[in-house]
T-cell receptor, first 109, second 113 residues
Framework: GQNIDQPTEMTATEGAIVQINCTYQ??????LFWYQQHAGEAPTFLSY??LDGLEEKGRFSSFLSRSKGYSYLLLKELQMKDSASYLC??????????WGAGTKLIIKP | IAGITQAPTSQILAAGRRMTLRCTQD?????MYWYRQDLGLGLRLIHY???????GKGEVPDGYSVSRANTDDFPLTLASAVPSQTSVYFC????????????FGPGTRLTVL
């Protein structure tokens, strides 16, 4: 079956760094997406990885290891506005996104 | 219009009533999707359309129907609403030329009593 595993909730301090891990099992693989979702709002696109390695985009970076079925999202210089849920979503062989339940990130001053 | 719009924003509906959720995009994306999101669960795909004139079933299609008469519109219909269809519904669209990145509408919060 297809499965996504990411922590339910994490807490971090403003200005710090946090890493949100995601492991996945899918039928085929066509890349992995990370989305951010603030409470009561729609998910918004953060990053896409299709090859192994690290993709850096400002304060956010995303890493992928296809052989391990593993990805992480790294958030640096945390700001209060980063408090949100972060959704890991690999794309399967049918180009459908398989969504995890998301990691709720709480930022404390 | 910029991006994807959904209507209504929220709705309270009596069980057994028929309801259509509207979704319109102006990005000329080929593919469109309907998801539901329930507390503690990931987004679940209801129906999708890879191009105008075609539709497909997702993970949880029962009780829902869709149509795709043109590129821009992708309405979702609940023929006879039941309380288990209480959820937040998101419409999304994607373009194969952009790594199939999905862009989401603001959502419709539906309560079925």
């Amino acid at each position: 079956g297809q499965n996504i595993d990411q922590p339910t909730e994490m807490t971090a301090t403003e200005g710090a760094i946090v890493q949100i891990n995601c492991t996945y099992q899918t039928s085929g693989f066509n890349g992995l997406f990370w989305y951010q979702q603030h409470a009561g709002e729609a998910p918004t696109f953060l990053s896409y990885n299709v090859l192994d390695g690290l993709e850096e985009k400002g304060r956010f970076s995303s890493f992928l290891s296809r052989s391990k079925g593993y990805s992480y999202l790294l958030l640096k210089e945390l700001q209060m506005k980063d408090s949100a849920s972060y959704l890991c979503a690999p794309m399967d062989s049918n180009y459908q996104l398989i969504w995890g339940a998301g990691t709720k990130l709480i930022i404390k001053p | 219009i910029a991006g994807i719009t959904q209507a209504p924003t929220s709705q309270i509906l009596a069980a057994g009533r028929r309801m259509t959720l509207r979704c319109t995009q102006d990005m000329r994306h080929n593919a469109m999707y309907w998801y539901r999101q329930d507390l503690g669960l990931g987004l679940r795909l209801i129906h999708y359309s890879n191009t105008a004139g075609t539709t497909g079933k997702g993970e949880v299609p029962d009780g829902y129907s869709v149509s795709r008469a043109n590129t821009d519109d992708f309405p979702l219909t609940l023929a006879s609403a039941v309380p288990s269809q209480t959820s937040v519904y998101f419409c999304a669209s994607s373009d194969a030329g952009n790594a199939d990145t999905q862009y989401f509408g603001p959502g419709t919060r539906l309560t079925v009593l």
